[in-house]
């Protein structure tokens, strides 16, 4: 169908043809594209560790580039589609991901994957604004609210799925299937937009913001750079210099300080450049006025905020299970369950006293929730604790964040005008996807450092410094990895790394417990919000960006 055939919205009251339920379809298994290849590799890192000899900040690297780039240009290819058109955007994107899961699958060193994932990045930029717009713009009515309900439900389903298929390709195949498998379902989307998915374009586009979208790179990725490289170069003095080529860091200040000033003057400039844009009457990347509402000031920060502590988790329990516990990916899989499980039961808890409740209270009670469950895995971690405590944290710490994360973004969006609630909605996803981008780089760097200067702490005296320096820098720079094989080398030291290792991932879930701390704090000045059915008949476009966040 062409784009002006498409052009004509579809009637509130006329019923979808069987070709938009198939086009649901189709763009379902986009989104299950994105959800899925997150969440399987976080159980296949470990094995990624082994193959390509991935360094602890490689680790964080392979997680991060992946989501700093879906965070800065979510925005961006929002716009873009919205001018060029929604389903080719789509398509661009599903060719661009499939294609860069190729090379992901195909990757021989630790360098080509993060390359592979930055492109993936990119490629999910494309597809997730544009499933959203896709759906707003053929669905009316009763049918749009099924349209995201099956689109949400789907993105909940595949959170499930994803640690359970990546956990299984890995352990009976290989970790290179869990980017894989990716290409059978691209090309799967590709025949079946083609056929099932009509083109859509905004009547009133918008010309993108390309400074402010360079501005918000520039400050995006220095901040994390600078929180993910810190224990590498040096935060203030030269540790190790930065090496490009043939060229060396040629201070003693390490280049930590400057990434972190590049970061602070990358944000002001690009706060003063939105403002001065908006001044003319201009689009910005932001909408400005809105956070003059306190409601979605306040609320995009406890976003930002719970997201952090939310997310940064995943990164070091898959490690902590495989390589202290010994758990393979199909096991590791099985108990991230938990957490989809939790969330699944907290959806139905929370439609049972949505007439009652508030939804800023459900988000109180959720963050309250992810707290709790953070406290008990961090409790029982040890170097050998039984895998139903473990599960027991991990479904409190779900029914959590399936209190919280959906509702969240409708008290964000209460105070809203309507016409502007899409724009507003991709900035609370935008929010979102940052704290994420922070959680790894944070909750990362406070995992690894907490393993070096612990397992220092416990093998000083008992090995010579020159042994226990090699025996810290081998455990750190593989992840953990390194712990097996040390075991047939030194089974003393294989149990100070493995002790060592439980403790930094107690620390890592008490930090990530206490940024949700700081995020419940946050919802305070929300206000009491109103009970969730009110806020159930908000536009259906800003309700599936609350059951987009990740």
């Known amino acids: 169908m062409t784009a002006a055939s498409s052009s004509f919205p579809q009637s509130p009251t006329a019923a979808p043809s069987r070709r938009a339920w198939i ?29 390509l000899g991935l360094t602890s900040t490689q680790v964080q690297w392979v997680q991060e580039s992946y989501t700093l780039v879906f965070a800065a240009l979510l925005l961006v290819f929002g716009t873009l589609a919205d001018r060029f058109g929604r389903r080719r955007m789509l398509l661009i994107g599903v060719t661009i991901f499939a294609l860069s899961s190729v090379a992901a699958a195909f990757a021989t060193s630790g360098d080509l994957l993060i390359a592979s994932r930055v492109v993936q ?7 997730l604004p544009t499933t959203l717009s896709l759906l707003n713009a053929t669905f009316r009515g009763r049918a749009r609210g099924i349209a995201f309900a099956v689109w949400g439900s789907t993105i909940g389903g595949m959170a499930a799925v994803g640690p359970l298929l990546g956990g299984w390709l890995t352990t009976e195949y290989s970790w290179r299937w869990a980017f894989g498998i990716n290409v059978p379902l691209g090309i799967l989307i590709i025949i079946g937009a083609l056929f099932a998915v009509s083109e859509s ?25 600078a929180l993910i490289e810190g224990r590498t170069y040096g935060w203030w003095l030269v540790d190790e210099p930065l090496v490009i080529g043939d060229w060396t860091w040629p201070l003693d200040v390490s280049i930590i300080p400057f990434a972190f000033a590049l970061a602070l003057v990358g944000g002001i400039a690009f706060v003063a450049w939105g403002l001065a844009r908006q001044r003319r009457g201009k689009s910005t990347m932001l909408p ?23 997310f940064g988790l995943i990164l070091s329990l898959p490690l902590w299970l495989q390589n202290v516990l010994g758990y393979d990916a199909l096991q590791t899989g099985f108990v991230l369950l938990a957490l989809a499980i939790g969330s699944f039961v907290a959806s139905g808890a929370a439609a049972a006293f949505s007439h009652r409740v508030p939804a800023v209270h459900v988000v109180r009670i959720g963050i309250a929730a992810e707290i709790a469950g953070l ?13 139903w405590q473990v599960v027991i944290g991990l479904f409190v710490y779900g029914f959590g964040v399936g209190l ?4 969240l973004t409708g008290v964000v969006l209460a105070d809203v005008p309507v016409e502007t609630s899409g724009q507003a909605s991709g900035t609370q996803s935008t929010s979102r996807q940052f704290g994420s981008a922070l959680g790894i780089a944070v909750l990362g760097t406070i995992l690894f450092t907490s393993l070096a200067g612990g397992l220092s702490a416990k093998l000083d005296g008992q090995v010579p410094d020159d042994v226990r320096d090699q025996v810290v820098d081998v455990v750190v720079d593989s992840a953990g990895a390194a712990i097996p094989a040390l075991e047939e080398r030194s089974p003393e030291a294989a149990d100070a790394a493995r002790e060592a290792f439980s403790d930094a991932t107690r620390y890592s879930a ?28 908000a536009p259906g476009e800003p309700a599936a960006e609350a059951a987009a966040a990740p």
């Not at 009547?203 to 390309?210: A, G, Q, Y």
């Not at 406290?375 to 895998?387: E, H």
């Not at 700081?518 to 009970?531: D, E, K, Q, W």
């Open 288 to 310: 400005f006025p809105l956070f003059r509402l306190a409601s979605f000031r306040n609320g995009n920060i406890a976003a930002l905020i719970v997201s952090l502590g939310e």
């Open 201 to 225: 374009r905004s009547e009133h586009p918008v010309r993108v913001d390309v400074v402010g979208a360079l501005l918000s790179v520039v400050m995006s990725t220095s901040l994390v750079f």
């Open 375 to 387: 406290v008990i895995v961090a409790f029982v971690i040890g170097v050998d604790t039984p895998w």
């Open 510 to 537: 008490i930090a990530a417990a206490g940024f949700l701390a700081l995020g419940l704090l946050a919802t305070i000045s929300l206000g009491r919000g109103r009970p969730l059915d009110d806020e159930a008949d």
């Open 121 to 127: 990045g990119l490629g999910g930029a494309m597809i």
């Open 23 to 51: 086009g649901l379809v189709v763009i379902s298994i986009a989104v299950a594209l994105i959800i899925v290849d997150s969440t399987i590799v976080n159980v296949a890192i470990p094995s990624i560790v082994d193959d």
């Open 404 to 407: 919280a994360t959906a509702q």
